[in-house]
């Protein structure tokens, strides 16, 4: 009889840990950051999480505080724990006001496209209440946020979308700013307009190890790094689930995957409905020229030339500046743009996206001294070094939440479109108290729920259209 072999992983598996982000960096004595590398897996749980990032440990929270909460929750991680994008994101907290409205609507009716937009304003207060309430040390900074026009048409497309919203009912919380008033907040002469909210800046990595500690306290809960998950089949008892990874198996009666970008590794269901996508930031020092010079940025900044041509800035406690690149350019070389679409190699930052986005931010900020001049030597200004992370894109621009169809007892939370930041403290409380309970809270768009329908929907328009098979087709599906 032929021995059977095992089926190889999935691609989109995590890959080994390569260059670490600023926030990682940050984080290398914290004591959470292997546990249970080592040593046998737990056999049984009430719950397994798949995903130790800021989504897993929010739902993990919820479950544990609640009064029906499970008895046993054990969270699984392909690598060290926070590995993923909460670990290697730009560090912005940063609600979308109005800007997303017209292509939301267009997705999902102007109904859900105020929810959408309204509902990470939410987050915003629920991650500084909870912050606040934990005492968590994260580099947590409320700051208002521009979004900073640098075109023409970006001021037209912005202040459309701006309009439409209003006149379907919205009531977003937003300043316009004029060109004189834009220059001086932006602080670059190169501003024509500018729209400005509130927001805030963090340290991701720190903020969702700070959960996982306080989850920790509340007893009842482990956390396995290095136990990546390979598959989850039925149970001999045809209720719960055996959750398979190298090291062993776990048994629960519940799963759920806050696997984001690697979704489609071990959630068949969603296979080509969230497209793993790179996305880069860079860490530059305080301005080469002096804060004399160049005052630190207090504000937080979008810097958009186009609604998909734009960088953020987001300045850290001692002056040094996260600078989030561009994921399309004009003149972007096709090999560049190829290699961010459909991977999770987050292993080294693209140099060619590292020098447009430094290059950039060094023309906008001449005053400051920074220089893209000499990167590859190490030779350029300001400049200290890049990385990359994996976000989760998906065709209609929203997670996915809910139920896994078919197979009760699995949970998905995934998809958040680059947006994870600004969702997740309201997306994953919510799936938690669903499973709990049965019941959603009406402030998350009915429009993130996974249905049936929806996942039927959402395959067909990419099959039909072909557009999900190349990153210029999937860049018409997705923000």
């Known amino acids: ?19 670490l982000s600023v926030w990682q960096k940050s984080t290398r004595d914290h004591p959470l950051l292997n546990r249970g590398k080592d040593g046998p897996l737990s056999s049984e749980a009430d719950v397994v999480i798949v995903g130790s990032g800021m989504c897993g440990a929010v739902v993990a929270n919820t479950l544990l505080n609640a009064e029906n909460r499970p008895g046993k929750v054990i969270v699984l991680e392909a690598r060290e724990i926070c590995s993923g994008a909460s670990g290697r994101n730009a560090g912005h907290c940063r609600p979308d006001a109005a800007r997303g409205f017209d292509q939301f609507a267009a997705l999902h009716g102007a109904e859900q496209a105020i929810k959408i937009l309204s509902s990470e304003s939410v987050v915003l207060d629920r991650v500084d209440a909870f912050v606040n309430e934990h005492s968590v040390e994260c580099e947590w900074t409320p700051r208002d946020t521009y979004d900073v026009c640098l075109s023409e048409e970006f001021e037209k497309y912005e202040s459309t979308s701006l309009a439409n919203m209003r006149a379907a009912g919205g009531q977003p919380d937003i300043e316009v700013v004029g060109s004189e008033e834009a220059k001086k907040g932006a602080r670059s002469d190169m501003a024509i307009a500018a729209f400005k909210w509130k927001a805030a800046t963090l340290n991701p990595a720190k903020l969702t190890l700070g959960i996982h500690t306080i989850n920790t306290s509340l007893g009842g809960y482990e956390l396995f790094a290095y136990a990546p998950v390979h598959s989850v089949t039925q149970d001999a008892n045809g209720v719960s689930w055996s959750v398979v990874t190298p090291r062993g198996s776990v048994k629960a009666g519940k799963v759920v995957f806050c696997t984001n970008a690697y979704s489609q590794a071990v959630v068949p269901e969603l296979e080509g409905l969230i497209i793993p996508t790179k996305a880069q930031a860079v860490k530059l020092s305080a301005a080469p020229a002096g804060l004399d010079a160049c005052p630190r940025f207090d504000a937080s ?22 600078l989030g ?24 930052a693209n140099p060619v996206v590292t020098q ?5 931010f060094a023309g906008l900020y001449p005053e400051g001294g920074w220089s893209a001049e000499g990167i590859d030597e190490g030779r350029a200004k300001g400049y200290e070094y890049a990385w990359t992370g994996i976000i989760g894109m998906t065709p209609d621009a929203v997670p996915f939440i809910g139920d896994v169809p078919g197979k009760a007892g699995q949970y998905v939370a995934a998809g958040y479109n680059g947006h994870g930041m600004a969702r997740i403290f309201l997306c994953a409380p919510t799936l938690a108290k669903y499973m709990l309970n049965g019941t ?22 990419v099959d039909q259209l072909n557009l999900g098979s190349s990153p210029a087709g999937f860049s018409k599906l997705v923000a």
Do not use: Q
């Open 301 to 322: 900044y979008s810097l958009r030339f186009l609604p998909k041509h734009f960088y953020s800035v987001a300045t850290r406690p001692d002056n040094s500046i996260v």
């Open 1 to 19: 009889m032929p021995i059977a072999t095992p089926a190889a992983p999935h691609p989109h598996m995590p890959i080994p840990l390569g260059d």
């Open 440 to 461: 959603w809270d009406p402030a998350m768009p009915e429009a993130f729920r996974v249905t049936p329908e929806r996942i039927a929907g959402l395959r067909k328009t």
């Open 325 to 348: 690149t561009s994921r399309g350019w004009a003149g972007m070389p096709p090999a560049v743009l190829a290699s961010t679409y459909n991977t999770v190699d987050d292993s080294c």
């Open 356 to 360: 447009n986005g430094v290059e950039t």
